[in-house]
């Protein structure tokens, strides 16, 4: 039977962050969209990846006091991770019924073979989002993590990643379904123009999933009256 478990396409998150002298950015893809394989986010288990395969890459850039942008800095940093409840038996339930009917019942293990494997997937996911778990509090690698800057509340959290409910909050208070994926700090966000002094300029890179985190960053600029925001989509001819 040709099921695959997710952490044998999936590699787990690095718990560095990434930077383009070690790893360098994927390019920005054909514009206007780009596609680039999903990634991990929030725990690293494959319940949080949406079948969305369309990519847009951003460039974030912040000006303002540069005492005032090392504190943004550092207030933006967390470990990237959005902690969903996790239904670890409906995720093997779900896994079971996909493993008994596979192939209009000509499959190649038996009922309590399919029983097993969905077993095994459960006790990986639930592995993998205990590991996820252990970072929270502790990780700072990702530089610019959105649950940290507006946090999904507690009670949308119990909801999970799919439910009605917490995606209609997403979409009106990130502006996104999911977190951005390979978050970096620009080197070249540079000052452009002359700034004044003390003043100073931060730049990251992220892609995001279908649309743009506009009103996340509303809410971020309403909390940092200080520092002006600029968020440009980036694409290639």
């Known amino acids: 039977m040709a099921l695959r478990f997710p952490w044998e396409t999936e590699p787990d998150p690095p718990e560095s962050v990434i930077t383009p002298a070690r790893q360098p950015l994927p390019p920005p ?35 303002g006091p540069s005492a005032e942008l090392e504190a943004f800095a550092t207030a933006a940093r967390g470990p990237g991770i959005i902690p969903w409840e996790m239904n670890g038996a409906a ?15 000509q499959r190649s293990l038996s009922v309590a073979g399919c029983r097993i494997l969905a ?11 205990a590991r996820a778990r252990d970072r929270i509090g502790v990780s700072r690698a990702c530089p610019f993590d959105l649950q940290v800057l507006v946090p999904i509340p ?32 620009r080197p070249d966000a540079g000052p452009g123009r ?41 694409t290639t001819d």
Do not use: C, M, N
């Not at 893809?29 to 847009?56: C, H």
């Open 29 to 63: 893809l054909p514009k206007p969209r780009g596609r680039r394989p999903s990634g991990p986010s929030r725990s690293d288990t494959p319940q949080t990846a949406t079948p969305i395969s369309i990519w847009r890459y951003h460039h974030l850039t912040i000006k």
């Open 154 to 185: 507690p009670a949308i959290l119990t909801l999970g990643h799919d439910h009605p409910t917490a995606l209609a909050w997403l979409s009106r208070h990130w502006g996104i379904s999911d977190l951005p994926r390979q978050v970096i700090v």
């Open 91 to 105: 995720i093997e339930e779900d896994i079971f019924i996909r493993a008994v009917s596979h192939a209009g019942g």
């Open 194 to 234: 002359r700034q004044k002094t003390g003043h100073g300029v931060l730049g990251y890179g992220f892609f995001t999933a279908e649309t743009s985190p506009r009103p996340a960053l509303t809410a971020i600029a309403e909390a940092w009256p200080g520092l002006k925001f600029q968020l440009l989509p980036i």
């Open 119 to 129: 077993r095994q997937f459960r006790d990986r996911i639930e592995a993998r989002e």
